[in-house]
């Protein structure tokens, strides 16, 4: 199943009953694109600060826009080093990354692409309304280049080492979040809204497995038969 080819960030497309995930990008193009590189916060409830999608949107507009001539194998293999070095070394003091064949400082490189992403925050701002917010989630993620130790990483381990283990910590974050909230419940509407939408499912479901026929080795078999982007609707 073509999903199970990760990258870092892919394009997608909501799929139909019985379609593959490529025929509905081919017979549809692309709904929304999906940044897997980035992790979860365990810090904030819902998984991602205000702060950090601000940046993402400044970061993913500079990526639309920014030129990204086509690369060749030798080049994607540097990208790819440079990726996993960032992320297994991202915090080692003078690390280095390849470009243009020179060993560039990380934090030189860093500090660079956030001054080319800040016209496009400036940008976010000036079209939503809403005075340097995004500029200002850029100054966030420029504070955390020049201070390893305020990353997200280097957070959890300090956390890590003063409570004793990562499950002492996992398990306070979840305590801490599930508290969050309880404190917040849902609207009366909002609710409502999601019991309606359980039933539904679940009534579809009961209509499907009354109407379903053939075995699942049949419909595994024809799924991985269909032509891939053979057919345009």
């Known amino acids: 199943i073509e999903n199970e080819y990760y990258s870092t960030i892919r394009p997608k497309r909501v799929i139909r009953t019985g379609e593959r995930p490529v025929q509905a990008l081919c017979n549809r193009g692309v709904q929304y694109i999906e940044v897997r590189c980035l992790d979860v916060d365990p810090f904030e409830p819902v998984g991602v600060s205000l702060e950090t999608g601000r940046f993402l949107d400044a970061f993913l507009l500079f990526c639309a826009l920014d030129e990204s001539p086509l690369i060749s194998a030798a080049e994607g293999q540097v990208h790819a080093r440079n990726f996993a070095r960032t992320v297994k ?33 400036r940008l976010l701002d000036a079209e939503h309304n809403e005075p340097d917010v995004h500029e200002a989630s850029l100054e966030q993620q420029k504070a955390k280049i020049a201070n390893p130790a305020r990353t997200p990483s280097a957070r959890v381990l300090d956390e890590v080492r003063a409570l004793g283990s990562a499950a002492a910590f ?37 209509i499907i497995e009354q109407t379903d026929t053939g075995s699942f080795d049949d419909f595994v078999a024809a799924y991985n038969s269909s032509t891939l982007c053979g057919n345009h609707s």
Not at 92 to 121: F, M, N, Q, S
Not at 184 to 205: D, T, V
């Open 89 to 121: 070394e991202g915090r080692k003091p003078g690390l280095t990354l390849t470009r243009d064949g020179e060993e560039v400082p990380l934090l030189e490189w860093a500090d660079e692409l956030v001054e080319r992403i800040r016209p496009l925050a």
């Open 170 to 206: 996992g398990l306070r974050q979840s305590q801490l979040h599930a508290a969050y909230f309880r404190e917040s419940p849902l609207m009366p509407a909002e609710e409502a809204a999601f019991l309606e939408q359980a039933a539904a499912s679940l009534a579809e479901q009961a």
